[in-house]
């Protein structure tokens, strides 16, 4: 069924949040996976990568359905956003170097004059990030000392996606103007 105004999909998702309905999410599951996996294929995944996500964001549907609001975003926006956040965690996961990729056994000593730039850089980012207005200061420090996403700051302050961002892009580009 292809509803004209997605009153279809947030019936559907209220019959999974309030009631965990099988059916409702199997036809959920049906029309919108397909479309799921095509957009991250058309995004850079392989297909394999694409069906983990995909089964991932199907999860993720099924077990907060509670959470979405229809006055905040039409159903597929609420789906595809969590399939776009999902790739760039499964990015993140990816850049990650594995244990068997690190180095172990003992380090060369490092230069003393390296160690002396680095700490010195350190702190310039240290006094740079602690003049930053509060709202941007906080923003900046869980998404990069926190390694949250933005959407997982969004959830934590309530806070709507495109004010974490611009946020964030605020502080970032008074940091550069200090920096350089």
């Excluded at 850079?44 to 995909?54: I, K, P, R, S, Y």
Aim: hydrophobic share 40%; glycine share 4%.
């Amino acid at each position: 069924m292809k509803p004209k105004d997605g009153t279809r999909w947030i019936f559907l998702l209220r019959q999974i949040a309030e009631k965990r309905d099988t059916e409702a999410f199997a036809e959920l599951f049906g029309h919108f996976a397909p479309r799921v996996k095509a957009f991250l294929m058309k995004s850079g995944a392989d297909h394999a990568l694409a069906e983990e996500c995909t089964q991932d964001v199907m999860v993720t549907v099924w077990s907060k359905a509670a959470q979405f609001d229809p006055s905040r975003a039409s159903a597929a926006t609420w789906i595809f956003t969590i399939a776009r956040n999902r790739r760039i965690d499964m990015l993140r996961r990816d850049r990650r170097p594995e244990p068997e990729d690190l180095f172990w056994g003992p380090e060369e000593e490092p230069d003393q004059l390296d160690v002396l730039a680095l700490q010195q850089e350190s702190d310039q980012l240290g006094a740079a990030i602690a003049e930053l207005p509060d709202k941007q200061r906080v923003m900046i420090e869980r998404a990069y000392f926190g390694e949250l996403s933005h959407s997982e700051i969004a959830e934590e302050t309530g806070l709507p996606l495109g004010t974490i961002k611009s946020r964030i892009r605020l502080a970032l580009d008074r940091l550069r103007h200090n920096l350089s």
